[in-house]
């Protein structure tokens, strides 16, 4: 079970931190990634991070301002979101991939969070 926390209103050029953190299993391999969907948007994958090496992924449109990173003693991954802009408005959610490659190519995902709201007012 993944289960995401960290959403809510902010002020745009503002930061928050999304956490995901898995239960019921520890992962070793694969990856784990946010994805985001706007109102009359598809979703679209924000970032990935391997659980086995330190490869990474970051969407062209949030490089310079997100972060992804892992700890694994708390099988838990974070996204570190600063200078927020309205666009970034969206649900977003955490998923996890048996394969990073996959992952970040638009792969199926193996299991989903059920997500958090990040709000950015201008």
């Known amino acids: 079970q993944l289960q995401a926390s960290g959403g809510g209103l902010v002020q745009a050029g503002g930061s928050l931190r999304l956490s995901c953190a898995a239960s019921?299993?520890?992962?070793?391999?694969?990856?784990m990634a946010w994805f985001r969907q706007a109102p009359n948007k598809e979703r679209e994958i924000v970032a990935a991070i391997s659980w086995s090496d330190d490869n990474t992924f970051l969407v062209d449109s949030v490089k310079g301002r997100f972060t992804i990173s892992r700890d694994n003693d708390k099988n838990t991954v974070y996204l570190q979101m600063s200078r927020l802009k309205p666009e970034d408005t969206a649900f977003y959610y955490c998923a996890y991939g048996g394969s990073y490659f996959y992952t970040i190519n638009g792969g199926a995902m193996d299991y989903w969070g059920k997500g958090t709201q990040v709000t950015v007012s201008s």
């Open positions: 019921g299993r520890t992962f070793s391999s694969g990856a």
